[in-house]
T-cell receptor, first 116, second 114 residues
Framework: AQTVTQSQPEMSVQEAETVTLSCTYDTSESDYYLFWYKQPPSRQMILVIRQEAYKQQNATENRFSVNFQKAAKSFSLKISDSQLGDAAMYFCAYRWGFGTASKLTFGTGTRLQVTL | DGGITQSPKYLFRKEGQNVTLSCEQNLNHDAMYWYRQDPGQGLRLIYYSQIVNDFQKGDIAEGYSVSREKKESFPLTVTSAQKNPTAFYLC?????????????FGPGTRLTVT
């Protein structure tokens, strides 16, 4: 079974600094997708970034970037120039299978605190 | 505006009663999902549906039931058989197109059973 592990329950970063959130996953599949979702206090889930496993290039979205290490099954999220609005729960998620079999498996989340 | 709506935002029920949570989407997505979120446990998949009139159990389907009679709607019923129904419930949808595989989420329903 596919599993996703986020080993950092809580992280803290100062405003304008950089922080990295860790995620590892376990799979025997070679073709899959990885995602980072953000859940602010409103509890609305917001997609931050996604990575296709067949792409070697790491995905970037403005201040957010990932370090995807396929062999190591690692998928970390780097947030640069942290802002107060980045404070939220961050969930790493893995999606495999296509068509009728596709499902999303989430990690347990990392709570990010941003301080002044 | 296209999106997913869940109603109500907060729901209170007495133990032993069935309750149905609403989820509607106007994104023209084929696939819809229900997740349960508990503190410290992330999101866990309850049921999902890839097409109308078809659905599959997720990881924690016991005590829940769903229907998918219309593409836009995927209601979730929490039955009295669910031992610990108090939780935050999230509905999501996605296309079946490989080029866009992320799931879009509704605002959620907080269910409290006493």
């Amino acid at each position: 079974a596919q599993t996703v592990t986020q080993s950092q329950p809580e992280m803290s970063v100062q405003e304008a600094e950089t922080v990295t959130l860790s995620c590892t996953y376990d799979t025997s599949e070679s073709d899959y997708y990885l995602f980072w979702y953000k859940q602010p206090p409103s509890r609305q889930m917001i997609l931050v970034i996604r990575q296709e496993a067949y792409k070697q290039q790491n995905a970037t979205e403005n201040r957010f970037s990932v370090n995807f290490q396929k062999a190591a099954k690692s998928f970390s999220l780097k947030i640069s120039d942290s802002q107060l609005g980045d404070a939220a729960m961050y969930f790493c998620a893995y999606r495999w299978g296509f068509g009728t079999a596709s499902k999303l498996t989430f990690g347990t989340g990392t709570r990010l605190q941003v301080t002044l | 505006d296209g999106g997913i709506t869940q109603s109500p935002k907060y729901l209170f029920r007495k133990e032993g009663q069935n309750v149905t949570l609403s989820c509607e989407q106007n994104l023209n997505h084929d696939a819809m999902y229900w997740y349960r979120q508990d503190p410290g446990q992330g999101l866990r998949l309850i049921y999902y549906s890839q097409i109308v009139n078809d659905f599959q159990k997720g990881d924690i389907a016991e005590g829940y039931s769903v229907s998918r009679e219309k593409k836009e709607s995927f209601p979730l019923t929490v039955t009295s058989a669910q031992k610990n129904p108090t939780a935050f419930y999230l509905c999501a949808s996605s296309t079946r197109d490989r080029s866009s595989y992320e799931q879009y989420f509704g605002p959620g329903t907080r269910l409290t059973v006493t």
